[in-house]
T-cell receptor
Framework: SQTIHQWPATLVQPVGSPLSLECTVEGTSNPNLYWYRQAAGRGLQLLFY??????ISSEVPQNLSASRPQDRQFILSSKKLLLSDSGFYLCAWSLAGGSRETQYFGPGTRLLVL | LAKTTQPISMDSYEGQEVNITCSHN???????ITWYQQFPSQGPRFIIQ???TKVTNEVASLFIPADRKSSTLSLPRVSLSDTAVYYCLVGDRAGRRALTFGSGTRLQVQP
C-alpha cells in the first residue's frame, strides 16, 4: 500500500530564516506531487505541483520554491520566511495519468513564523 | 476550470441523514466529481467519487443528476465524529493541472 510522509510535524521559525519541508511517498512510482497551504479556517491553496523529477509548476508567485530531486521526494523551501508564510502545509500525491484524479494527503506540517 | 459552490456550514444531530449539495455549472465532459473530508489539523481524506447517477460506498452516497451541474453528498446517520469540513471538487486530470479546493462546507454534528 502507498504511504505519504511529511516532516517535521510542527515548526516554529523566526522571520527571515530559511525553510525546508520534506515529503516522501512510498509504494508507488512516478506519482504527481502537490504542495498546498491552508491558513487557519480557510480552504486549501495549491502552491506547487510536479508531474516528474525536476518538473515543477508554480500556482502562486511568492517567496517559496519547490524541488523534486527524486521520483518520490518533494521539498518545499524558502530562503527567507515571512510572517504570512505561517500556516498548515500539506503534501499530496496522485497516480499519474488516467481520467480520475484522487489525491492522497500527508499528515501536514504546521508552520508558525514569529 | 470548473468552479464549485457549497454552503459554508451546516448543522445536524446524531443519527440524522445529512445531504450536502455542491453546484458546478461549468463542469466539463471529462470531469469527475470528488468529495473529501477534513478534520482539524489533518490532511483531507478522500470520501467518494463519481461521474453520473449514483455512487455508494461504505461511508457515503453521491447523487449526480443527468445534467451533472450539481451533486449531493449523502451521509447516513451521522455521528459526532462526522464533524468536519467537506470539500467538493471537479476535475479531469492526467497531469496537466491539479484540483482546486474551495472553502468547503463545515458540518457540525450535535449530540
Amino acid at each position: 500500500s502507498q504511504t505519504i510522509h511529511q516532516w517535521p510535524a510542527t515548526l516554529v521559525q523566526p522571520v527571515g530564516s530559511p525553510l525546508s519541508l520534506e515529503c516522501t511517498v512510498e509504494g508507488t512510482s512516478n506519482p504527481n506531487l502537490y504542495w498546498y497551504r491552508q491558513a487557519a479556517g480557510r480552504g486549501l491553496q495549491l502552491l506547487f505541483y510536479s508531474v516528474g523529477i525536476g518538473q515543477i509548476s508554480s500556482e502562486v508567485p511568492q517567496n517559496l520554491s519547490a524541488s523534486r530531486p527524486q521520483d518520490r521526494q518533494f521539498i518545499l523551501s524558502s530562503k527567507k520566511l515571512l510572517l504570512s508564510d505561517s500556516g498548515f502545509y500539506l503534501c499530496a500525491w496522485s497516480l499519474a495519468g488516467g481520467s480520475r484524479e484522487t489525491q492522497y494527503f500527508g499528515p501536514g506540517t504546521r508552520l508558525l513564523v514569529l | 476550470l470548473a468552479k464549485t459552490t457549497q454552503p459554508i456550514s451546516m448543522d445536524s444531530y446524531e443519527g440524522q441523514e445529512v445531504n450536502i449539495t455542491c453546484s458546478h455549472n461549468n463542469i466539463a465532459t471529462n470531469d469527475y466529481i470528488t468529495w473529501y473530508q477534513q478534520f482539524p489539523s489533518q490532511g483531507p481524506r478522500f470520501i467518494i467519487q463519481g461521474y453520473k447517477t449514483k455512487v455508494t460506498n461504505e461511508v457515503a452516497s453521491l447523487f449526480i443528476p443527468a445534467d451533472r451541474k450539481s451533486s449531493t453528498l449523502s451521509l447516513p446517520r451521522v455521528s459526532l465524529s462526522d464533524t468536519a469540513v467537506y470539500y467538493c471538487l471537479v476535475g479531469d486530470r492526467a497531469g496537466r493541472r491539479a484540483l482546486t479546493f474551495g472553502s468547503g462546507t463545515r458540518l457540525q454534528v450535535q449530540p
